[in-house]
Protein backbone atom coordinates (compact mmCIF):
# COMPACT_ATOMS: atom_id res chain seq x y z
CA UNK A 1 0.00 0.00 0.00
CA UNK A 2 2.90 2.67 1.03
CA UNK A 3 4.43 1.88 -2.27
CA UNK A 4 1.34 2.06 -4.07
CA UNK A 5 0.75 5.59 -2.60
CA UNK A 6 3.94 6.80 -3.31
CA UNK A 7 3.70 5.75 -6.73
CA UNK A 8 0.41 7.29 -7.27
CA UNK A 9 2.05 10.83 -5.33
CA UNK A 10 5.32 10.73 -8.20
CA UNK A 11 2.56 10.22 -10.76
CA UNK A 12 0.14 12.77 -9.48
CA UNK A 13 2.03 15.65 -7.24
CA UNK A 14 2.16 18.98 -8.84
CA UNK A 15 4.74 19.65 -10.54
CA UNK A 16 6.70 22.14 -8.07
CA UNK A 17 7.45 21.41 -5.04
CA UNK A 18 7.92 24.07 -2.37
CA UNK A 19 7.82 24.28 1.51
CA UNK A 20 4.53 24.25 3.09
CA UNK A 21 2.96 24.05 6.63
CA UNK A 22 -0.18 22.04 7.15
CA UNK A 23 -1.40 24.28 10.27
CA UNK A 24 -4.37 21.83 11.52
CA UNK A 25 -4.18 18.28 10.57
CA UNK A 26 -6.12 15.56 12.80
CA UNK A 27 -3.42 13.05 13.06
CA UNK A 28 -4.29 12.33 16.60
CA UNK A 29 -7.15 10.19 14.42
CA UNK A 30 -7.78 6.54 15.02
CA UNK A 31 -7.49 6.27 11.04
CA UNK A 32 -3.62 7.09 11.41
CA UNK A 33 -2.91 4.87 14.48
CA UNK A 34 -1.75 1.96 12.10
CA UNK A 35 0.92 4.62 9.84
CA UNK A 36 1.73 7.55 11.24
CA UNK A 37 5.50 7.31 10.41
CA UNK A 38 4.50 6.65 6.88
CA UNK A 39 2.08 9.61 6.62
CA UNK A 40 5.17 11.90 7.91
CA UNK A 41 7.31 10.14 5.57
CA UNK A 42 5.56 11.01 2.42
CA UNK A 43 4.69 14.34 4.05
CA UNK A 44 7.94 15.48 4.46
CA UNK A 45 8.61 14.24 1.02
CA UNK A 46 6.14 16.47 -0.72
CA UNK A 47 7.74 19.58 1.00
CA UNK A 48 5.54 20.05 4.61
CA UNK A 49 8.24 21.90 6.66
CA UNK A 50 6.02 21.14 10.00
CA UNK A 51 2.63 20.40 10.95
CA UNK A 52 0.53 21.50 14.12
CA UNK A 53 -1.78 18.45 14.90
CA UNK A 54 -5.16 19.31 15.74
CA UNK A 55 -6.44 18.37 19.44
CA UNK A 56 -9.99 17.91 19.65
CA UNK A 57 -10.66 16.54 23.17
CA UNK A 58 -9.28 14.83 26.24
CA UNK A 59 -7.84 12.17 24.20
CA UNK A 60 -6.52 13.56 20.81
CA UNK A 61 -4.80 16.43 23.26
CA UNK A 62 -3.12 13.93 25.16
CA UNK A 63 -2.02 11.97 21.79
CA UNK A 64 -1.37 15.35 20.02
CA UNK A 65 1.25 16.15 21.97
CA UNK A 66 2.81 13.26 22.53
CA UNK A 67 3.37 13.05 18.96
CA UNK A 68 4.42 16.67 18.70
CA UNK A 69 7.21 15.53 21.40
CA UNK A 70 8.30 12.42 19.47
CA UNK A 71 9.06 14.79 16.32
CA UNK A 72 10.68 17.99 17.49
CA UNK A 73 10.50 21.05 15.35
CA UNK A 74 8.47 18.68 12.72
CA UNK A 75 5.14 18.26 15.37
CA UNK A 76 3.33 21.06 17.01
CA UNK A 77 0.12 20.40 19.21
CA UNK A 78 -2.84 21.74 19.81
CA UNK A 79 -5.15 21.37 23.05
CA UNK A 80 -8.58 22.17 22.83
CA UNK A 81 -12.33 20.91 23.40
CA UNK A 82 -14.05 20.90 19.55
CA UNK A 83 -17.98 21.95 20.08
CA UNK A 84 -19.12 18.91 19.34
CA UNK A 85 -17.32 17.56 22.86
CA UNK A 86 -18.77 20.73 24.73
CA UNK A 87 -20.93 18.82 26.93
CA UNK A 88 -17.51 17.28 28.60
CA UNK A 89 -16.06 20.75 29.18
CA UNK A 90 -15.29 20.87 33.27
CA UNK A 91 -12.53 21.13 35.23
CA UNK A 92 -10.54 17.71 34.29
CA UNK A 93 -10.40 18.89 30.78
CA UNK A 94 -9.40 22.74 31.88
CA UNK A 95 -6.74 21.56 33.89
CA UNK A 96 -5.85 19.30 31.04
CA UNK A 97 -5.63 22.16 27.99
CA UNK A 98 -3.89 24.56 30.86
CA UNK A 99 -1.28 21.88 31.52
CA UNK A 100 -0.84 21.26 28.49
CA UNK A 101 -0.97 24.89 27.27
CA UNK A 102 2.58 25.21 29.27
CA UNK A 103 4.08 22.60 27.33
CA UNK A 104 6.75 24.19 24.82
CA UNK A 105 5.03 21.61 21.88
CA UNK A 106 1.58 23.17 22.69
CA UNK A 107 1.14 26.00 19.70
CA UNK A 108 -2.27 26.91 20.51
CA UNK A 109 -5.28 26.92 22.74
CA UNK A 110 -8.13 24.59 20.11
CA UNK A 111 -9.45 23.62 18.13
CA UNK A 112 -12.59 25.53 20.14
CA UNK A 113 -15.50 27.64 18.45
CA UNK A 114 -19.32 26.46 17.77
CA UNK A 115 -21.01 23.77 15.59
CA UNK A 116 -25.02 24.47 15.36
CA UNK A 117 -24.67 22.81 11.91
CA UNK A 118 -24.63 19.24 13.88
CA UNK A 119 -25.41 20.28 16.73
CA UNK A 120 -23.94 17.82 18.83
CA UNK A 121 -23.77 19.33 22.30
CA UNK A 122 -26.62 22.10 23.40
CA UNK A 123 -25.97 25.53 22.02
CA UNK A 124 -25.31 27.16 25.27
CA UNK A 125 -22.76 24.73 26.48
CA UNK A 126 -20.83 25.03 23.12
CA UNK A 127 -20.66 29.29 24.47
CA UNK A 128 -19.88 28.53 27.82
CA UNK A 129 -17.26 25.78 26.84
CA UNK A 130 -15.89 28.50 24.02
CA UNK A 131 -16.11 31.67 26.18
CA UNK A 132 -13.91 29.04 28.98
CA UNK A 133 -11.03 28.25 26.43
CA UNK A 134 -10.68 31.66 25.33
CA UNK A 135 -10.18 32.88 28.55
CA UNK A 136 -7.48 30.33 28.83
CA UNK A 137 -5.84 30.98 25.70
CA UNK A 138 -5.81 34.57 27.26
CA UNK A 139 -4.00 33.44 30.66
CA UNK A 140 -2.05 31.22 28.76
CA UNK A 141 -1.07 33.80 25.98
CA UNK A 142 -1.77 31.52 23.30
CA UNK A 143 -3.19 31.81 19.82
CA UNK A 144 -6.56 30.19 18.94
CA UNK A 145 -7.80 27.66 16.38
CA UNK A 146 -11.22 28.38 15.65
CA UNK A 147 -13.94 26.27 14.49
CA UNK A 148 -17.29 27.84 13.50
CA UNK A 149 -20.22 26.11 11.43
CA UNK A 150 -23.47 27.41 11.24
CA UNK A 151 -22.91 29.89 13.90
CA UNK A 152 -21.70 32.74 12.48
CA UNK A 153 -23.29 35.87 14.39
CA UNK A 154 -22.85 34.16 17.97
CA UNK A 155 -19.46 33.15 17.50
CA UNK A 156 -18.60 36.47 16.40
CA UNK A 157 -20.06 38.07 19.47
CA UNK A 158 -18.19 36.12 21.64
CA UNK A 159 -15.11 36.25 19.58
CA UNK A 160 -15.67 40.33 19.83
CA UNK A 161 -15.67 39.92 23.39
CA UNK A 162 -12.51 38.74 24.07
CA UNK A 163 -10.24 40.03 21.25
CA UNK A 164 -9.11 42.66 23.07
CA UNK A 165 -6.60 40.31 25.23
CA UNK A 166 -6.58 37.66 22.69
CA UNK A 167 -3.20 36.53 20.86
CA UNK A 168 -3.37 35.89 17.39
CA UNK A 169 -6.44 33.33 15.99
CA UNK A 170 -7.18 31.63 13.03
CA UNK A 171 -10.56 30.61 11.82
CA UNK A 172 -9.85 27.24 10.42
CA UNK A 173 -11.82 25.53 7.29
CA UNK A 174 -12.96 28.57 6.49
CA UNK A 175 -16.01 28.33 4.03
CA UNK A 176 -17.69 31.38 3.84
CA UNK A 177 -18.70 34.82 1.96
CA UNK A 178 -17.17 38.04 1.76
CA UNK A 179 -19.40 38.96 4.71
CA UNK A 180 -18.45 36.60 7.25
CA UNK A 181 -14.83 37.11 6.09
CA UNK A 182 -15.29 40.95 6.36
CA UNK A 183 -16.37 40.33 9.78
CA UNK A 184 -12.84 37.90 10.65
CA UNK A 185 -10.48 40.21 9.00
CA UNK A 186 -12.07 42.97 11.49
CA UNK A 187 -11.01 40.56 14.38
CA UNK A 188 -7.67 40.36 12.61
CA UNK A 189 -8.70 36.66 12.18
CA UNK A 190 -6.09 34.81 9.92
CA UNK A 191 -7.95 32.44 7.96
CA UNK A 192 -7.40 28.44 7.25
CA UNK A 193 -8.19 27.11 3.99
CA UNK A 194 -8.93 23.56 3.70
CA UNK A 195 -9.06 21.29 0.82
CA UNK A 196 -12.95 22.57 -0.05
CA UNK A 197 -11.55 25.02 -2.15
CA UNK A 198 -10.97 22.03 -4.47
CA UNK A 199 -14.47 21.34 -4.80
CA UNK A 200 -16.08 22.35 -8.13
CA UNK A 201 -19.51 22.99 -6.44
CA UNK A 202 -19.42 23.62 -3.23
CA UNK A 203 -16.16 25.73 -3.52
CA UNK A 204 -16.93 28.09 -5.70
CA UNK A 205 -17.96 30.74 -3.12
CA UNK A 206 -14.96 30.50 -1.47
CA UNK A 207 -13.05 30.34 -4.84
CA UNK A 208 -14.21 33.79 -4.74
CA UNK A 209 -14.07 34.96 -1.11
CA UNK A 210 -10.52 33.62 -0.89
CA UNK A 211 -9.40 36.40 -2.95
CA UNK A 212 -10.40 38.84 -0.38
CA UNK A 213 -7.89 37.55 2.23
CA UNK A 214 -5.18 39.94 2.41
CA UNK A 215 -1.80 37.99 1.27
CA UNK A 216 -0.75 37.97 5.40
CA UNK A 217 -3.68 36.64 6.90
CA UNK A 218 -3.89 33.81 4.78
CA UNK A 219 -2.85 29.83 6.03
CA UNK A 220 -3.39 26.85 4.57
CA UNK A 221 -4.57 23.38 6.17
CA UNK A 222 -5.19 19.52 5.23
CA UNK A 223 -7.60 19.04 8.33
CA UNK A 224 -6.89 15.03 7.21
CA UNK A 225 -8.22 12.54 7.44
CA UNK A 226 -11.27 14.63 6.18
CA UNK A 227 -12.00 16.61 3.46
CA UNK A 228 -9.66 15.26 0.54
CA UNK A 229 -9.16 17.30 -2.26
CA UNK A 230 -12.10 16.69 -4.63
CA UNK A 231 -9.77 17.57 -7.79
CA UNK A 232 -7.27 14.78 -6.81
CA UNK A 233 -7.59 11.54 -9.53
CA UNK A 234 -7.30 8.85 -9.10
CA UNK A 235 -8.56 9.28 -5.10
CA UNK A 236 -6.91 7.00 -2.63
CA UNK A 237 -8.75 4.00 -2.39
CA UNK A 238 -9.46 4.92 1.39
CA UNK A 239 -10.33 8.62 0.80
CA UNK A 240 -8.60 9.18 3.81
CA UNK A 241 -6.69 12.48 3.56
CA UNK A 242 -3.50 13.13 4.50
CA UNK A 243 -0.77 16.34 4.76
CA UNK A 244 1.11 15.05 1.81
CA UNK A 245 -2.39 16.13 -0.67
CA UNK A 246 -1.94 19.76 1.09
CA UNK A 247 -0.03 21.08 -2.40
CA UNK A 248 -3.40 20.56 -4.02
CA UNK A 249 -5.21 22.70 -1.81
CA UNK A 250 -2.17 25.00 -2.45
CA UNK A 251 -2.48 25.17 -6.16
CA UNK A 252 -6.13 25.47 -5.94
CA UNK A 253 -6.10 28.84 -3.64
CA UNK A 254 -2.99 30.05 -5.92
CA UNK A 255 -5.12 29.53 -8.69
CA UNK A 256 -8.21 31.19 -7.43
CA UNK A 257 -6.02 34.07 -6.46
CA UNK A 258 -4.30 34.14 -9.57
CA UNK A 259 -1.05 33.84 -7.57
CA UNK A 260 1.94 31.47 -8.76
CA UNK A 261 2.07 28.37 -6.70
CA UNK A 262 5.58 29.30 -5.52
CA UNK A 263 4.57 32.60 -4.22
CA UNK A 264 1.36 31.30 -2.68
CA UNK A 265 3.83 28.64 -0.69
CA UNK A 266 6.13 30.78 0.11
CA UNK A 267 3.49 33.07 1.51
CA UNK A 268 1.55 30.71 3.63
CA UNK A 269 4.98 29.30 5.38
CA UNK A 270 6.10 32.64 6.41
CA UNK A 271 2.56 33.23 7.77
CA UNK A 272 2.29 30.02 9.68
CA UNK A 273 5.66 30.91 10.81
CA UNK A 274 4.33 34.37 11.84
CA UNK A 275 1.40 33.28 13.37
CA UNK A 276 2.62 30.21 16.02
CA UNK A 277 5.33 32.42 16.95
CA UNK A 278 4.22 35.52 18.00
CA UNK A 279 2.18 34.20 21.21
CA UNK A 280 6.38 33.98 22.23
CA UNK A 281 6.99 35.13 25.62
CA UNK A 282 10.69 36.52 25.26
CA UNK A 283 11.88 35.75 28.91
CA UNK A 284 11.56 32.36 28.13
CA UNK A 285 13.77 30.43 25.88
CA UNK A 286 12.32 27.24 26.19
CA UNK A 287 9.48 28.25 23.49
CA UNK A 288 11.45 30.45 21.74
CA UNK A 289 13.57 27.52 20.87
CA UNK A 290 11.76 25.91 18.29
CA UNK A 291 11.49 28.18 16.17
CA UNK A 292 14.98 29.32 16.23
CA UNK A 293 15.71 26.27 14.58
CA UNK A 294 12.99 26.61 11.94
CA UNK A 295 14.27 27.00 8.76
CA UNK A 296 17.17 25.06 9.21
CA UNK A 297 15.51 21.44 8.54
CA UNK A 298 14.46 21.94 5.08
CA UNK A 299 14.78 18.96 2.91
CA UNK A 300 16.09 16.53 6.22
CA UNK A 301 13.62 14.01 5.50
CA UNK A 302 12.85 12.22 9.15
ZN1 LIG B 1 -13.07 22.11 12.73
Redesign the pocket.
Known amino acids: MATELRNWLDRHAPPMMEPLVDIGANLADRSFFHDLDAVLKRAWDAGLQWIVVTGSDRQSNERAFVQARKHPQRLYATAGL?PHHAEDWGTGIAAQIRELSRQPEVVAIG?CGLDYFRDLSPRPIQRAAFGAQLELAVSAALPVFL?QRDAHQDFVAILREYHPHLKECVV??FTGDKDALADYLSLDCYIGITGWICDERRGLSLQKSVREIPPDRLLIES?APYLLPRGMRPRPKDRRNEPAFLPWVAQSVAEAREESYPELAAQTTRNAASFFRRWNDPNSSLREQPFREYGRHNNEGD
Open positions: HEHHCD
